[in-house]
């Protein structure tokens, strides 16, 4: 059976969590299927995987006409394929067509839903409309879409409704613990700023609305003075909000010391010191389909506090791995808490209790990477999509 899988993002060009769930994927699969890899961007070397770089006719264009450009460049090799794989809406234009042009089933996993990031139309304009009319049709004419929790599949069958039901199908995403584990390494922290004797917090992500980093940043004003923050955060959307991060974090500097901000891309090995050194690592979402990052905070060894929102607490088991913040929200896409104060003060107060008590929160870490290790390993996810493309190749849908 050869699979084609149409991603944006995969290496060394990865950005986000898709890029890392599309990688761990194929080294998975590829142990018993023909998979064929078809990546945006520049040329890369690796057997049985091609680039698309945007079109030259194309090269000044809107971003989201870059897309569907390279998305049409794909959809031809895509030919003796039996099943066609795409991830995210970046690809998903290129899945549904090659579809439609070589008979063939297609498969879409679902990152993210463009109807519950309504602030991208800060970032694309138009585009964004774009993007929602592409993720729309892709999903409604997949033959399968795999969400990445529970928590998803509700999102998608919400913002979907025309979508059959059966076609959902929820298929975990996963972590490498050999790959992300703890690392002691003082040393390195030091030269990164951060001390490794102080109780931190930590946070890694992009500097998105999604992320809920504003909402931290205003809960860091609670926390006792002796805790260190630390905020591995880049890759802002917008300018503005950058502008607001900045602000935010000069803000808290000008009154604490212990406040690190690193905003450039770590390797795996400094982000796993990181991670292990930290006395909780904190995922104040408003917004996450599963969320990779906590399975790596896990694997650490870490003690994950989280909000209550999308798949988090399908990963976070309340008081066992972690904690779990309350949060109410506005049923309109965006996330916004409906009391941003209560959810502050909340994550604050949890924050708090968590790392006050380093004993329990070491607690959390260790059942955190076994529940990373029993529960979410890759081999696992890749028998389960390719029991989803045997069924599929086998009823034709």
């Known amino acids: 059976m050869r699979v084609d899988i149409i991603t944006k993002e995969y290496p060394p060009e990865i950005y986000g969590g898709a890029g890392v769930h599309v990688t761990e994927l194929v080294r998975a699969l590829r142990a018993d299927v023909d998979v064929r890899v078809r990546a945006f961007g520049a040329s890369r070397d690796e057997a049985g995987t091609s680039s698309y770089p945007v079109p030259e006719g194309l090269r000044d264009a809107n ?31 290129a899945g549904h067509l090659a579809a439609l042009l070589h008979g063939i089933p297609h498969v879409v996993t679902a990152h993210s839903l463009e ?4 602030w991208k139309a800060e970032q694309l304009g138009g585009g964004y409309a774009v993007s929602s009319y592409i993720e729309k049709t892709a999903y409604e004419g997949a033959a399968a879409v ?17 979508l059959d039901p059966a076609k959902v199908r929820v298929i975990y995403n ?38 809920g980093l504003p909402y931290l940043l205003r ?12 905020l591995c955060a880049g890759a802002p959307d917008t300018p503005q909000i950058l502008a607001e991060v900045e602000g935010l974090v000069r803000g808290l500097q000008a009154t ?16 796993c010191a990181i991670l292990t050194a930290g006395t909780t690592f904190v995922c104040p979402s408003v917004y996450e389909p599963l969320g990779i990052v906590n399975l790596e ?27 779990i913040v309350p949060i109410d929200q506005v049923q309109d896409g965006t996330g916004t808490p409906t009391d941003p104060d209560a959810f502050v003060a909340d994550l604050a107060r949890v924050l708090t ?43 034709g849908r």
């Not at 001390?195 to 992320?211: E, H, L, M, N, Y």
């Not at 212990?258 to 400094?270: A, C, S, T």
């Not at 380093?358 to 999509?385: K, N, V």
């Open 174 to 211: 996963g972590i490498d613990t050999d790959s992300w584990h703890p690392v002691e390494d003082p040393d390195l922290l030091r030269g990164l700023g951060i001390d490794p004797a102080r109780p931190s917090v930590v946070f890694v992500g992009r500097i998105t609305r999604q992320k």
């Open 63 to 93: 971003a989201a006409l870059q897309t569907l450009g390279t998305d049409l460049e794909i959809v031809g090799d895509v030919a003796g394929a039996d099943i066609v794989h795409s991830h995210t809406w970046y690809a998903n234009f």
């Open 353 to 395: 209790e968590v790392v006050s008590d380093p004993e329990r929160a070491r607690a959390y870490g260790e059942a955190g990477r076994a529940r990373a290790r029993q529960d979410f390993s890759w081999a696992s996810i890749a028998a389960q999509t390719e029991a989803l493309y045997t069924e599929l190749r086998a009823t």
């Open 115 to 118: 109807p519950l990031r309504p």
């Open 219 to 230: 809960a860091v004003e609670s926390l006792p003075p002796e805790v260190q923050v630390v």
């Open 256 to 271: 604490r010391d212990g406040v690190v901000w690193i905003d450039r891309l770590l390797p795996r090995p400094e982000l």
């Open 297 to 323: 905070a896990m694997a650490c060894g870490a003690a994950v506090v989280g909000t209550g929102t999308g798949g988090i607490p399908e990963v976070v088991v309340d008081g066992v791995t972690g904690r």
């Open 146 to 162: 795999v969400a990445v929790s529970e928590g998803m599949r509700a999102d998608i069958l919400r913002s979907y409704p025309a």
